[in-house]
């Protein structure tokens, strides 16, 4: 097994990385290869018998923010090989239809940015209309 320091190729202690010449090419590529026979005999994929019990995820009944956009990716594809819902361009985002959980992928549509900013502000200025029209406790 090649050392990992080499003084008398690419000068100082550079390390096998440091050289260019062949020599040291060649001592990269075993020490490269040695270390990937030890890290795949340390690490068995599977147990004999199949893969273990339990392995893989499972669904989720209500994801995250991520795992919605998730399944509607998976379910519907990206974005952008759909038009926009409202001005016909190009979309980019998925928005989620206001009311709906998002857990069905049904529940989004296709929508380029600025729809989708001006869709969003129309539910975040109710709401903060609603807000303002409280009256303070006394």
């Known amino acids: 097994m090649p050392t990992p320091l080499i003084k008398e ?3 100082g202690t550079k390390g096998i990385r440091g050289c260019l010449c062949e020599v040291c090419a060649e001592r990269r590529r075993e020490y ?3 270390n990937a026979r030890k890290y795949r005999a340390a690490k068995p994929r599977n147990p004999p018998g199949g893969a273990r019990p339990g392995a893989g995820r499972k669904p989720v009944e209500n994801p995250g923010y991520w795992g919605r956009h ?7 594809g990206s974005a952008s090989g759909y038009a926009c819902e409202n ?3 190009r979309a980019m985002q998925w928005a989620r239809i206001h009311g709906r ?3 069905d992928p049904a529940d989004y549509r296709p929508l380029c940015g600025k729809c989708h900013a001006i869709y969003d502000a129309e ?3 109710a709401a903060y209309a609603r807000r303002k029209v409280r009256q303070p406790s006394p």
């Not at 998730?70 to 519907?76: E, H, I, L, S, T």
């Open 101 to 103: 959980t998002g857990n």
């Open 87 to 89: 001005c016909g361009w």
């Open 32 to 34: 490269a290869r040695l």
């Open 70 to 76: 998730r399944r509607v990716y998976k379910a519907r």
């Open 9 to 11: 190729h690419g000068g």
């Open 123 to 125: 539910i975040h200025a």
